[in-house]
């Protein structure tokens, strides 16, 4: 059992009966590996008895322990010895793991000149007995032998026991026994550990109770113990398990994995010295460290807090050893060169958690005979206070009074929420002794606890009897508040003094933490006679202090009472993690990035909205010219990069002139643009740029005149139907042989302008515009252009040119017109039923019917509407594209008219 004590102001250093500080780190051990060669091993099993023995020397967590490797088989002829001492006693420095990781490969090298097959129990435990214990023995040093074997006493062969095997037996058999009572007086732990099926269980059983039974910690799992498993295989995981109970810490399993990779292990809070090792079983493999923050940690110097120290690279087994390891996650990066990634390589860590307390009395300085609440809370060597109670799971609390006059008393504490506890779970052991009516001087108490993988810092914590009642009062209260490391805590002092006289109290601040400390202002407080009031105080944290809640002791002491202690209180600030940039502007910044997206988006809406009433998509331009057959070109989507669109007016073949579209940078191109305020602007192949209006004739030289159309601004029949026109391509120029469909072109002379069969073969006009679609009598101009406007927002198909141009142009074109409209006529009688005259218009079918466009009246009047249609228009006519709804009777407003079979 470890005792913890912790040390208080204006104590006797000197006080009897209590231990001498602990140096700082893990508590040493001594320890020997004790490994069976006999033939009865393969190579195999030899090999990871090697590992084994390398695996517990790299770990070992205290570097002034010291390790002796042994192996062991018989004598059995003249220049045989049973036992080969490979590795001698070496300190477990970063030096000494060196020596170690080099030496214990000598085991894996039999020679059966100097050794013999048999297995020699006793000379091995006397050879480890006598390097453990004697006079190179350290008398306050725990001493361990881990025998590692597969099999049972065999010295049958061997002559210095007997003249035959059966007495050789029995000798060897007395000779173990009194070697084991010689361990026990030596205080010797004997944990055997066994593999294979040859296992003699009884002997190997006897072995570990034979020998010294007292443990690292009155606990279980700290007594010696045998242990057994099928095969060597899972010898370097059970002999570590051992190792650590033997020397009370414990061992985390990490993952396993080949290289390359990474695995993973995890370090609790309450460790204060660990070691990582890594069983990679060949020494081409490399390991890289890094702590749960992510960072790659040096493998040897000192790192955020923590001392590092990596050892055995070159052997089978390595470890980084770690002073004050961050806790949480570790990872490990593996590599290994091409052919040496086929085993399995595997992560643990072995830790022990060597903790501070913090004990306070209530009252600080109590009477003979009075009751007294002690405290204990538990703090790791950084100083940061363990606030969860499962890293201390299992552990026994006790508090230990001794001083002058009285013999020590030993009380439990508790962390149960039941009086004097104030809370379960708090991890703020609790209890309440009564000193003793004897008592007559100092007193020193000491809190002492069993927990597997903790020990204490054996710091002692005195105090003295108070006589009679102290005229001087004091308490102090201390604000709980978050602070970063380098912030302030605000405190108060409440004193009163019934004194005659002034007195004088110090504050003092006992254990503070590393990393600067705690520090209290004012350390002396002056206290009037009669007088009573409040002292504000100021705690000042260290700018290296740990993260997390760290604590320290306060005590008040009254200098002019012989240092009587008035109050003693345990304080506990909470620490964070001092603000970053990020943490203190982020708010700025997520502002400053969205009004930032948001000016961009805007940005972008206006440049896509510039773009868009740019951009020259559907814009139809129309070529003119005396004696020559018009032609178009229609802009598509994408043809109009910023806003313009370059075309030529192709001559080539002595064909009638054409436009075609061109590059931007092709000669002679001319170019059309629009401005972001909707006008049109014209630059000829040579000359200034100028400006255009939609629908107006512009001259391009040679006679040629060239008509922009634009749906945009569409105000008549003119620009409606090149609105339309807009979604196909080109008209059909003379020569190219293409025909356009009967339902985009279905027309019939009309009175006044040009009557029209719409995509299900009905009629409307231009112009006078004929009749409504229901056919219920003439519209006025007005309705009709209505109407027509309303087919544009539909998107139907261009309804062609208006009435005077059409007809000054058939007059041009002479027999052409008459061709064509005889062609179109014959689409038209063969769609005279009033179905839809093409694949595309088939969806509004059945759609229409129920709409009421084509009721049963008006499907009649369809079957017949080529008669109806027939008449003579007042001039030439040519049929138009399909668009919107349908006159009633096909006749145009005006005169009545007849279909032109020549047209």
């Known amino acids: 059992m470890f005792t913890q004590t912790a040390a208080g102001p204006g104590s006797a250093t000197g006080a009897p009966g209590l231990p001498r500080a602990a140096a700082e780190g893990a508590d040493p051990i001594d320890f020997a590996v004790v490994v069976d060669q006999s033939s009865s091993l393969s190579?195999?099993?030899?090999?990871?008895?090697?590992?084994?023995?390398?695996?517990?020397?790299?770990?070992?967590?205290?570097?002034?322990?010291?390790?002796?490797?042994?192996?062991?088989?018989?004598?059995?002829?003249?220049?045989?010895?049973?036992?080969?001492?490979?590795?001698?006693?070496?300190?477990?420095?970063?030096?000494?793991?060196?020596r170690l990781s080099d030496c214990v490969k000598e085991l894996s090298r039999r020679d059966s000149k100097r050794m013999g097959p048999g297995t020699d129990f006793p000379a091995a435990l006397r050879q480890a007995v006598n390097r453990l214990g004697g006079e190179d023995g350290r008398p306050a040093t725990p001493k361990v032998v881990f025998l590692l074997t597969d099999g049972r006493l065999d010295?049958?062969?061997?002559?210095?026991?007997?003249?035959?095997?059966?007495?050789?037996?029995?000798?060897?058999?007395?000779?173990?026994?009194?070697?084991?009572?010689?361990?026990?007086?030596?205080?010797?732990?004997?944990?055997?550990?066994?593999?294979?099926?040859?296992?003699?269980?009884?002997?190997?059983?006897?072995?570990?109770?034979?020998?010294?039974?007292?443990?690292?910690?009155?606990?279980?799992?700290a007594t010696p113990r045998m242990r057994v498993v099928d095969s060597s295989a899972e010898i370097d995981k059970v002999l570590q398990e051992t190792f650590a109970a033997a020397r009370c810490a414990q061992v985390v399993q990490g993952e396993v994995g080949k290289p390359p990779t990474d695995l993973t292990v995890t370090i609790p809070k309450i460790a204060t010295d660990g070691s990582i090792t890594v069983s990679k079983h060949d020494p081409k493999v490399t390991a890289t460290y890094y702590d749960p923050r992510g960072r790659k940690v040096p493998t040897r110097g000192s790192y955020d807090g923590s001392t590092f120290e990596a050892t055995g690279q070159n052997g089978p087994v390595e470890a980084l050893r770690v002073k004050n390891p961050r806790p949480g996650k570790w990872r490990v990066h593996l590599e290994a060169p091409d052919g040496h990634r086929g085993r399995e390589v595997a992560v643990r860590a072995i830790w022990q958690g060597r903790l501070r307390s913090a004990v306070t009395l209530d009252p600080a300085s109590p009477r003979p005979g009075e009751r007294a609440?002690?405290?204990?809370?538990?703090?790791?060597?950084?100083?940061?206070?363990?606030?969860?109670?499962?890293?201390?799971?299992?552990?026994?609390?006790?508090?230990?009074?001794?001083?002058?006059?009285?013999?020590?008393?030993?009380?439990?504490?508790?962390?149960?929420?039941?009086?004097?506890?104030?809370?379960?779970?708090?991890?703020?052991?609790?209890?309440?002794?009564?000193?003793?009516?004897?008592?007559?001087?100092?007193?020193?108490?000491?809190?002492?606890?069993?927990?597997?993988?903790?020990?204490?810092?054996?710091?002692?914590?005195n105090a003295r009897i108070s006589a009679g009642t102290s005229p001087v009062a004091a308490s102090l209260t201390v604000a709980r508040d978050s602070v970063h490391p380098g912030g302030v805590i605000e405190g108060t002092l409440d004193v009163s003094n019934k004194d005659q006289g002034a007195h004088r109290l110090r504050?003092?601040?006992?254990?503070?933490?590393?990393?600067?400390?705690?520090?209290?202002?004012?350390?002396?407080?002056?206290?009037?006679?009669?007088?009573?009031?409040?002292?504000?105080?100021?705690?000042?944290?260290?700018?290296?202090?740990?993260?997390?809640?760290?604590?320290?002791?306060?005590?008040?002491?009254?200098?002019?009472?012989?240092?009587?202690?008035?109050?003693?209180?345990?304080?506990?600030?909470?620490?964070?993690?001092?603000?970053?940039?990020?943490?203190?502007?982020?708010?700025?910044?997520?502002?400053?990035?969205?009004?930032?997206?948001?000016?961009?988006?805007?940005?972008?809406?206006?440049?896509?909205?510039?773009?868009?009433?740019?951009?020259?998509?559907?814009?139809?331009?129309?070529?003119r010219g005396e004696g020559l057959r018009p032609d178009e070109l229609t802009v598509r989507s994408g043809q109009s990069p910023g806003g313009a669109f370059h075309f030529v007016v192709d001559r080539s073949r002595g064909a009638a002139p054409s436009l075609a579209r061109a590059g931007s940078g092709q000669g002679g191109a001319y170019r059309l643009r629009r401005t972001a305020a909707g006008e049109f602007l014209l630059r000829p192949r040579q000359g200034r740029e100028r400006s255009l209006r939609a629908g107006e004739p512009a001259g391009l030289g040679d006679g040629l005149e060239l008509v922009v159309h634009d749906r945009r601004t569409a105000g008549g029949p003119e620009d409606a139907r090149g609105a339309r026109g807009a979604?196909?391509?080109?008209?059909?120029?003379?020569?190219?042989?293409?025909?356009?469909?009967?339902?985009?072109?279905?027309?019939?002379?009309?009175?006044?302008?040009?009557?029209?069969?719409?995509?299900?073969?009905?009629?409307?006009?231009?112009?006078?515009?004929?009749?409504?679609?229901?056919?219920?009598?003439?519209?006025?101009?007005?309705?009709?252009?209505?109407?027509?406007?309303?087919?544009?927002?539909?998107?139907?198909?261009?309804?062609?040119?208006?009435?005077?141009?059409?007809?000054?142009?058939?007059?041009?074109?002479?027999?052409?017109?008459?061709?064509?409209?005889?062609?179109?006529?014959?689409?038209t009688r063969r769609d005279g039923d009033g179905r839809p005259e093409d694949g595309r218009d088939g969806r509004r079918g059945d759609g229409s019917r129920r709409d009421g466009r084509r009721g049963d009246e008006q499907a009649r009047d369809d079957r017949g509407r080529d008669e109806r249609g027939r008449g003579e228009g007042r001039g030439g006519g040519r049929r138009h594209d399909s668009g919107g709804p349908a006159g009633s009777d096909g006749q145009a407003a005006g005169s009545p008219g007849r279909f032109d079979p020549n047209f």
């Open 43 to 98: 190579d195999k099993d030899l090999a990871r008895e090697v590992e084994a023995a390398a695996l517990i020397g790299q770990g070992e967590i205290s570097e002034r322990s010291r390790a002796t490797v042994i192996g062991f088989g018989s004598s059995e002829k003249p220049g045989q010895s049973a036992v080969r001492e490979v590795c001698e006693p070496t300190v477990v420095d970063a030096a000494g793991r060196n």
């Open 155 to 221: 010295v049958r062969d061997s002559p210095e026991y007997g003249p035959d095997a059966a007495s050789r037996q029995a000798e060897a058999a007395k000779q173990l026994t009194e070697e084991l009572g010689r361990a026990r007086e030596e205080s010797v732990q004997i944990w055997p550990l066994g593999f294979g099926q040859e296992i003699d269980r009884g002997a190997l059983g006897d072995m570990a109770a034979g020998g010294f039974r007292g443990g690292c910690a009155d606990l279980p799992s």
């Open 373 to 461: 609440v002690v405290e204990v809370r538990m703090q790791t060597r950084r100083g940061v206070v363990i606030d969860d109670p499962d890293e201390l799971k299992g552990v026994e609390v006790a508090a230990r009074l001794s001083g002058s006059g009285f013999d020590a008393v030993t009380v439990p504490l508790s962390d149960d929420g039941k009086a004097p506890d104030a809370r379960a779970g708090d991890v703020r052991f609790t209890g309440r002794l009564t000193v003793p009516s004897s008592a007559d001087g100092d007193l020193a108490l000491t809190a002492e606890m069993t927990a597997p993988g903790v020990t204490g810092d054996h710091r002692p914590l």
């Open 507 to 623: 504050l003092a601040v006992t254990d503070p933490p590393p990393g600067g400390g705690l520090r209290i202002s004012p350390g002396t407080v002056e206290v009037a006679a009669g007088e009573e009031r409040s002292v504000p105080l100021r705690l000042t944290l260290g700018s290296g202090v740990p993260i997390g809640e760290i604590g320290s002791r306060i005590t008040v002491t009254d200098t002019d009472d012989e240092g009587r202690a008035l109050d003693t209180v345990f304080v506990g600030v909470p620490v964070e993690p001092t603000p970053t940039w990020w943490d203190r502007w982020w708010g700025a910044v997520l502002a400053a990035a969205a009004l930032a997206l948001a000016v961009a988006v805007f940005l972008g809406v206006r440049m896509a909205a510039l773009r868009r009433r740019r951009d020259l998509t559907g814009v139809r331009l129309e070529l």
């Open 727 to 827: 979604r196909g391509s080109r008209s059909a120029r003379a020569g190219t042989g293409r025909r356009d469909r009967p339902a985009d072109r279905n027309r019939a002379v009309g009175g006044d302008g040009y009557g029209e069969r719409d995509r299900y073969g009905e009629r409307d006009g231009y112009g006078e515009r004929g009749r409504d679609r229901e056919g219920a009598g003439a519209g006025s101009r007005d309705t009709a252009r209505a109407d027509d406007r309303e087919r544009d927002r539909n998107g139907d198909r261009d309804r062609g040119r208006d009435r005077d141009g059409d007809r000054d142009q058939e007059r041009r074109r002479g027999g052409w017109g008459g061709l064509r409209g005889r062609r179109r006529g014959a689409a």
